[in-house]
């Protein structure tokens, strides 16, 4: 009996230890993409250390997450139409759908009840049941005479339970209202057309009043301010784009790359090696800074004093770090082959850094701009902290 | 045997159940104060429950709270000068202290590893360990000829492990570097002196640039520019203040009940039944909204669509909602006696606030304007989400 006893006591020792590991915050914790092997790390930023690795999870090029509410559980957007549901506190997959055959981001709606995931395949949006990942919408992107489907790119979340996003294809931003969806109604599509060529991408500002797309067909933006009573889009940035074209362009930037500080607007250039400052009320440039390659991701501390910048193959081995108030370049470092991604914690006193060929993460201190530490990873890409959770479009 | 057994099985199960209760993500957890009991209740926003309520936190009159930078812990300032560390899992108080014998506020670092706390007696700001709640730093507060204390009010975090706060009697701004504090360094002080009589209150912008002081002993504020390599203050908004005093102030507006929205400020004037709308970069005032009444926090919802606002006694009853891009007030509603706080849920979808004294919280739906629930608590005051723990100067 006492052996009996002692083995209840044991298991009973590992299960509370077990639990116990478990109970933590989520504030500090993130997810980081393993791009070529399908899997993901949750890591945490307070003791800068690695907690887990789940695999599994189908062609994460490209892969991109958002969070849940209460920061517990991660959404993973793959390539390849999957939608997996990840648990940070018992470090496991909770479901895993496949969606589509070819898809591109997604977005939670602000009372994060709603997934919505955007797809090249078949074209158009469908929106799932945050809990469930049932699906609650189908939003099929059909444009022109001849009702073709088009891509869609560029999906955000806005206030009120709404969706945005751009059709490749047609040439327009659809904002999808899905305040009724869970009760079963559909959601009210109201559409903009003739915005531009091609546009590629889209942003939504930090607030969620303007809508931004980028054109690769022609040279300019196309922007719309939610706050009209009537929607229209109207365009910037005149010369903006694919443009006089001095240099081949490798890769066009990510708008999610522009950063917003001190009022303006820090963006890379298409196919130059400058950041541009674009005033953040007129939407009209006033400067730009020379920088060591074609830019990316230029990326804002979170107090806007810093700018952190890296480039396009092949000078994707180096950083360079913008001091905001001088407009000068502070520091230029190499992490390392393929600086892939960015991310600063909340208040902005770590910056985490994926260098996807060399298999690592580096973590600095933003006050020293000296690395406090590496984490090995499997060809990391995209880092994903907590935090988005509270914050508007991302 | 078999008795025994099935106790422990019971034993076990209820062990995983309470653990299981507790493992939860904590980015839609708050705390709120219960001002007359010393007590503060743990809710959530998800389901919009009360989780818990911790008792013996001594005098909560004019409490207000912090978050550790993985959202678990939360740290109230009470006072009596007691310092309470409280675990939102265990749901349990962590530790207490008494650390001075009047105090009013308090902030924590970027990092999160340093908790300071502003006193009235004695004065000055202490600087303390969040782990352990151990003294880190001393900082007296000392001034003139005579080496007299001053209390300190207005203290807020700002980028870089720096505290920055004003003493009420001589007039002054201090900043404290505090970044080598627990390497067993002093804080490096920079000092501001003649900045205006009597500040009275402090804030700092979102971005952590701007460190704003209002003036009890005459019209105006004082402003310090963070980015400044030389720190100064500059006199901004004259006329804001006391004033021609054509109403009686019954209370100065809190500077935290400052907002933000579309490039501008929105704040209560002071004795009259007025918003104040003044532009965000320049500081000079470019409108005036009309109110119920004296307004005391001026809330804009985290995208700036719109601004909730309160008042001071007698008016205390009644709220009124203000749509930005109009200017126009929407509704106006008495959700009872003595409404005192209200905080937003990070994207904005609800709004939480105290009706102290009807003993309730009530929750509100900010799309449709409607009441989702009410919550009883007893004489509530603060409302504080975690969310807080990822942004600077809250």
Same mark, same amino acid.
């Given at each position: 009996?006492?052996?009996?006893? @002692? ?10 230890? +077990? *639990? ?16 070529? +092997?399908?899997? !993901?790390?949750?890591?945490?930023? @307070? /003791? *800068? ?8 999870? %189908? ?13 517990? #559980?991660?959404? !993973? ?12 506190? +018992? ?23 709603? &997934? ?6 078949? %074209?158009? !949006?469908?929106? #799932? /049941? ?11 992107? &059909? ?11 560029? =999906? ?80 910037? =940035? ?21 950063? *917003? ?39 804002? $501390?979170?107090?806007? $004093?810093?700018?952190?910048? /890296? ?6 081995? @180096? ?13 230029? #470092?190499?992490?390392?082959?393929? !600086?892939?991604?960015?991310?600063? @914690? ?19 201190? +933003? ?7 590496? =984490? ?7 880092? #994903?902290?907590?935090? $988005? ?6």
């Amino acid at each position: 009996m006492i052996r009996i006893l @002692t083995s209840v006591l044991i298991l009973l020792a590992m299960i509370v230890t +077990t *639990q116990a590991a478990q109970l933590r915050g989520t504030g500090d914790m993130g997810v980081i993409i393993e791009r070529t +092997t399908g899997s !993901v790390q949750i890591i945490e930023t @307070t /003791n *800068q250390t690695s907690l887990a690795r789940i695999e599994g999870l %189908g062609d994460l090029s490209h892969a991109s997450i958002v969070y849940s509410r209460d920061e517990r #559980f991660a959404y !993973v957007f793959g390539r390849d139409g999957g939608l997996s549901k990840i648990d940070l506190l +018992t470090q496991k997959l909770t479901k895993r759908i496949m969606q589509a055959g070819n898809s591109i981001g997604g977005a939670i709606s602000d009372d994060g009840k709603l &997934i919505a995931v955007s797809n090249y395949k078949p %074209g158009g !949006v469908k929106i #799932f /049941n945050a809990d469930t990942l049932e699906l609650v919408a189908n939003i099929p992107a &059909i444009y022109g005479a001849d009702n073709d489907l088009s891509k869609t790119v560029g =999906l955000v979340d806005a206030p009120g339970s709404r969706f945005i996003f751009t059709l490749y294809d047609a040439g327009e931003i659809w904002v999808a209202d899905c305040s009724k969806c869970l009760a079963g109604k559909s959601p009210e599509i109201t559409k903009m057309k003739d915005i531009g060529l091609q546009p590629y991408d889209g942003l939504i500002s930090s607030d969620g009043r303007y809508y931004i797309a980028g054109l690769f067909g022609e040279d300019g933006m196309s922007m719309v301010d939610l706050w009209q009573d009537k929607l229209s889009a109207r365009r910037i =940035l005149d010369g903006y784009g694919r443009g006089e074209k001095k240099l081949p362009v490798y890769k066009m930037p990510h708008l999610e790359g522009w950063a *917003q500080a001190a009022d303006s607007f820090y963006l890379p250039a298409v196919g130059h090696h400058q950041v541009l400052i674009v005033d953040a009320k007129t939407f009209k440039q006033t400067g730009s800074i020379d920088v060591h390659g074609q830019p990316i991701f230029v990326m804002a $501390r979170p107090d806007g $004093r810093q700018i952190w910048v /890296n480039f396009a193959h092949p000078r994707n081995d @180096t950083i360079q770090v913008i001091d905001v108030p001088s407009g000068k370049i502070i520091k230029e #470092f190499k992490p390392g082959k393929a !600086v892939l991604h960015m991310e600063f @914690t909340p208040r902005g006193e770590q910056l985490w850094m994926s260098v996807r060929d060399e298999n690592r993460i580096n973590v600095y201190d +933003t006050r020293t701009l000296e690395k406090i530490t590496s =984490l090995p990873a499997k060809t990391p890409s995209g880092i #994903f902290f907590t935090w $988005r959770a509270g914050r508007i479009g991302l």
